[in-house]
C-alpha cells in the first residue's frame, strides 16, 4: 500500500504545487511550497463525487436502483471483479486522493488561523470515513498515511465510527470559531459547495452525525432521540442539500453519470425500480417522478431489466427494448447521446446528502420510538422535497401526496412505506446509502416490496448462497501490497464480501 500512497501522493503534490516538504525535495522558488487550502479543496470535492458515483455503479447493482443489459452479470448476482480495482474507487479516494492533500490543508489553516478551513477539511475527512467503512466494514486508522511503513493493520469498524465523531465534533469547533482568518470570501475561494457559508458546513457535519448515530438502530444502544437531534441540526431545506458541481463541457469536468463520461452506457433500469412508481405496487398511481429518473421504452411503457438477466428485449426495432438511463437507445450505431434526466446529464449536481434524505431518516428514527405523528410529518416532508428536487409540478405533486401511494395519517404510517419512499428520494444518487438502509433491514422484501435476492446458481458461486454484505478493499493496494494484514480479518476467504458488518449487528 506504501509505494501506491507514495506515487498518488507524488502525482498530486505535482499537479497542486504542493507537499514539497513532505516529498523531501528541493525548493523551487518559482512555485509555492505549501500549498494553501484553496488550492486543494476543489478537487478534494470532485473527488468526493467521483468515489460515490464510481462506486454507485455497483453497489446500485446491489439495490437495484439499475442492472447490467447483459446476463450473468457478477455484481447483479451479488459478486465481484476478481483481481480487479473495479469497485475500489471510495478506498483509493480516502486513502490517496483525499489522503495526506486533507492533512495539508488542516495544517496550513492551523498555522495560518484559517479555522474555517479545518473544519472543512475534518468535515470532509469525516464524511469519508463513514461513507467508506459502510461501504467495506474495517479499514486502517491508526496507522493511516503513517510514513515508513510497508504493511497496515485493519482496525474494527466500530473504530472508525468512533473516529467520525471524534473528527466530527473537531470540525464543529473549527466551524464555530470567528477569530483568525476565518473569513466568508476567503473559504468561498476553494468552496465550490457552499461557497463559505459555515452554517451550511456545520449543517453537514450534523447530517453525517445522524448517519453515524442512525446506522446504528440494529443495536441495542440505538438513540432515535439523538438521531432526531441531530438531524434537527442538520439541512434545513434543499437549498442545503451537498451539491457537487459540474460544467459538462468535456469528460473532464462532466458529471460521472452522464453521457459524455460513458459509464452508465451497459445499465439499465430494473423492474424492481420501476415498479414503486409505474402503478403495479400502488394500482391507478403513477408517480410524476418515474419520467423524470427513468425512461419509457419506444411503446411508451416503462420497463425494467430483472437481474442477473439482462434486457431480454433488447433488440433492435423492437418496441420493448430498455432504454439507457440517460434516455432512448440511439437509433443508429453511433449516435451519441447527448441528453439526459435526473443525475444523469452532463451538467448536472452531485447530491452527496440531501435534505430529503435527513427527513427520510428523521422519519425512521420516530417511527422507532412511536412517535408516529412526528414520523409522518418527516416522512411527507421527505416526500415534498424530492418531489421539488425532481422538478414535480406543483399541481402533479399535490395530487400524488394526497393518493394513496403516501399515508395520509400516522396510523396508516409503516417501516415499509417509510423506506420506499426513501428508496426512491435516493434512485441514483444515493445508492451507496441506500445500501446501508438494505443492509440494516437484510433486504427484506417485507420493507422493500417486490425486492428479490437473487438466489440458486443465479447468486454469484463463492457466497455459498448469501447476500453481499461489503466490498473488498481496494485490490491493487491491500490485496497485491497488504495481503498479510488482510488475514487478520477473513478478508482473503473467498466468500469475505458476505461477511456482516459490524454495523448490522444487534
Same mark, same amino acid.
Given at each position: 500500500m506504501k509505494k501506491i500512497?507514495?506515487?498518488?501522493? @507524488?502525482?498530486? !503534490?505535482?499537479?497542486l504545487s504542493s507537499c514539497a516538504e513532505y516529498l523531501d525535495i528541493n525548493?523551487? $522558488?518559482?512555485? %509555492?511550497?505549501?500549498?494553501?487550502?484553496?488550492?486543494?479543496?476543489?478537487?478534494?470535492?470532485? *473527488?468526493?463525487?467521483?468515489?460515490?458515483? @464510481?462506486?454507485?455503479?455497483?453497489?446500485?447493482?446491489?439495490?437495484?436502483?439499475?442492472? *447490467?443489459?447483459?446476463?450473468?452479470?457478477?455484481?447483479?448476482?451479488? #459478486?465481484?471483479?476478481?483481481?480487479?480495482?473495479?469497485?475500489?474507487?471510495?478506498?483509493s479516494i480516502h486513502y490517496f486522493r483525499g489522503g495526506k492533500n486533507i492533512d495539508l490543508i488542516i495544517q496550513d489553516s492551523q498555522e495560518k488561523q484559517k479555522w474555517d478551513y479545518s473544519g472543512v477539511a475534518k468535515a470532509i475527512r469525516a464524511w469519508s470515513w463513514q461513507s467508506t467503512t459502510d461501504y467495506t466494514g474495517e479499514m =486502517?486508522?491508526?496507522?493511516?498515511?503513517?510514513? *515508513?511503513?510497508?504493511?497496515?493493520? @485493519?482496525?474494527?469498524?466500530?473504530?472508525?465510527?468512533?473516529?467520525?465523531i471524534r473528527l466530527s465534533e473537531d470540525a464543529l469547533t473549527d466551524l464555530n470559531r470567528t477569530?483568525?482568518?476565518?473569513?466568508?470570501?476567503?473559504?468561498?475561494?476553494?468552496?465550490?459547495?457552499?461557497?463559505?457559508?459555515?452554517?451550511?458546513?456545520?449543517? @453537514?457535519?450534523n447530517a453525517v452525525l445522524a448517519r453515524n448515530a442512525h446506522h446504528l438502530s440494529n443495536k441495542a444502544s440505538y438513540n432515535p432521540d439523538k438521531v432526531i437531534e441531530y438531524v434537527d441540526k442538520a439541512l434545513a431545506s434543499n437549498a442545503d442539500n451537498f451539491n457537487v458541481p459540474h460544467d459538462g463541457t468535456s469528460t473532464a469536468d462532466a458529471n460521472y453519470f452522464g453521457p459524455l463520461r460513458n459509464t452508465m452506457g451497459s445499465f439499465r433500469q430494473t423492474n424492481f425500480a420501476v415498479n414503486l412508481m409505474n402503478g403495479v405496487l400502488y394500482p391507478g398511481v403513477i408517480d410524476p +417522478?418515474? %419520467?423524470? =429518473?427513468?425512461?419509457?421504452? $419506444? /411503446?411508451?411503457?416503462?420497463?425494467?431489466?430483472?437481474?442477473?438477466? &439482462?434486457? =431480454?428485449?433488447?433488440?433492435?426495432?423492437?418496441?420493448?427494448?430498455?432504454?439507457?438511463?440517460? &434516455?432512448?437507445?440511439?437509433?443508429?450505431? &453511433?449516435?451519441?447521446i447527448t441528453t439526459g434526466k435526473n443525475v444523469f446529464q452532463d451538467k448536472a449536481n452531485h447530491p452527496i446528502i440531501t435534505y430529503a434524505e435527513l427527513q427520510f431518516i428523521k422519519a425512521e428514527a420516530a417511527f422507532r420510538k412511536k412517535d408516529a405523528a412526528t414520523a409522518l410529518t418527516a416522512y411527507r416532508r421527505g416526500i415534498d422535497a424530492n418531489m421539488d428536487w425532481n422538478g414535480v409540478a406543483a399541481a402533479d405533486k399535490a395530487r400524488y401526496l394526497a393518493s394513496a401511494a403516501v399515508a395520509q395519517t400516522a396510523n396508516a404510517l409503516?417501516?415499509?412505506?417509510?423506506?420506499?419512499?426513501?428508496?426512491? !428520494?435516493m434512485i441514483g444518487h444515493g445508492s451507496l446509502e441506500t445500501w446501508v438502509?438494505? +443492509?440494516?433491514? !437484510?433486504?427484506?422484501?417485507?420493507?422493500?416490496?417486490?425486492?428479490?435476492?437473487?438466489? #440458486?446458481?443465479?447468486?454469484?458461486? /463463492? *457466497? #455459498?448462497?448469501?447476500p453481499v454484505q461489503r466490498v473488498r478493499p481496494r485490490f491493487n493496494s491491500e490485496y497485491v501490497w497488504n495481503r498479510t494484514s488482510l488475514d487478520a480479518i477473513g478478508g482473503n476467504n473467498p466468500d469475505f464480501h458476505t461477511k456482516e458488518m459490524w454495523f448490522t449487528k444487534p
Open positions: 500512497h507514495i506515487i498518488l501522493l @507524488f502525482i498530486s !503534490a505535482l499537479s525548493q523551487d $522558488p518559482s512555485n %509555492p511550497q505549501v500549498a494553501e487550502g484553496f488550492v486543494l479543496l476543489p478537487p478534494i470535492l470532485q *473527488n468526493m463525487v467521483r468515489g460515490e458515483a @464510481f462506486d454507485a455503479r455497483f453497489a446500485g447493482q446491489y439495490v437495484q436502483n439499475w442492472a *447490467n443489459a447483459g446476463s450473468g452479470d457478477s455484481w447483479d448476482r451479488h #459478486g465481484y471483479l476478481t483481481g480487479s480495482d473495479a469497485g475500489g474507487e471510495k478506498w =486502517i486508522l491508526k496507522q493511516a498515511w503513517e510514513p *515508513n511503513r510497508y504493511v497496515f493493520d @485493519f482496525d474494527s469498524q466500530e473504530d472508525v465510527y468512533k473516529e467520525v477569530d483568525g482568518a476565518v473569513a466568508v470570501a476567503s473559504l468561498a475561494r476553494g468552496d465550490q459547495v457552499y461557497r463559505g457559508d459555515r452554517t451550511k458546513w456545520i449543517r @453537514f457535519v +417522478r418515474l %419520467p423524470l =429518473i427513468y425512461t419509457a421504452s $419506444p /411503446d411508451g411503457t416503462f420497463r425494467g431489466v430483472i437481474p442477473p438477466f &439482462g434486457d =431480454i428485449n433488447n433488440t433492435v426495432g423492437n418496441l420493448r427494448r430498455i432504454p439507457t438511463l440517460w &434516455g432512448p437507445l440511439p437509433a443508429a450505431a &453511433g449516435q451519441v409503516t417501516m415499509s412505506t417509510i423506506m420506499l419512499q426513501k428508496y426512491i !428520494a438502509d438494505m +443492509r440494516r433491514f !437484510a433486504y427484506s422484501s417485507d420493507v422493500y416490496t417486490g425486492f428479490a435476492l437473487p438466489t #440458486g446458481t443465479n447468486i454469484f458461486a /463463492d *457466497n #455459498g448462497g448469501k
